[in-house]
Structures are given as structure tokens and as C-alpha cells.
């Protein structure tokens, strides 16, 4: 997923979220597109949707990849993740 994040992930970056059983853990994934198709490129399962708890999860991400500087992000409507 790193070598994806790296090669892929400097221009657009998809956010896909999935809402897990409980409704109350969603699962988030970071795709990118590739060559053929598209790639997840990082994951995380945050405890709610707020725009700390996800600036949180983002901020790891960007740890663990510090060269990532991804142009634009295309997510859904709600504010917490803009």
C-alpha cells in the first residue's frame, strides 16, 4: 500500500467510506487510481466522523508517508471531511 501511496497518490486521492455493522465505525478507504484500474491505498476504521478523529487517522498516514503530498482529495459531502 506505501508503494502505491507513493507512485500513485501525488495527484488525486479518492476518499471511500463504508459504514461497518454498527453503523457507528466507519470504515474509510484511500484509493487511488493506477495505470489499468484503481488501488486502495491506505485504510483506517475511525471511533466517529468528526474532523479531529479523522485528522487524527490522516495524520498518521502522513507520518508513516512523509513525502505524500496528494494535489486534491474527492470525498463526500459532509465537512468534517473536508
Partial sequence: MKSL????G????CWM???THSRTQPLVLLVCAENIDTQVVATFI?????????A???GVIRVANPEWRAKYFITDQPD???
Avoid at 501525488?10 to 486521492?13: A, G, N, P, T, Y
Wanted: aromatic content about 4%; charged content about 25%; proline content about 4%.
Fill in 46 to 54: 475511525t471511533e466517529d466522523e468528526r474532523a479531529p478523529t479523522i
Fill in 17 to 19: 467510506q463504508h459504514i
Fill in 56 to 58: 487524527e487517522a490522516l
Fill in 80 to 82: 468534517a471531511e473536508i
Fill in 10 to 13: 501525488q495527484q488525486v486521492v
Fill in 5 to 8: 501511496l507513493q507512485k500513485y
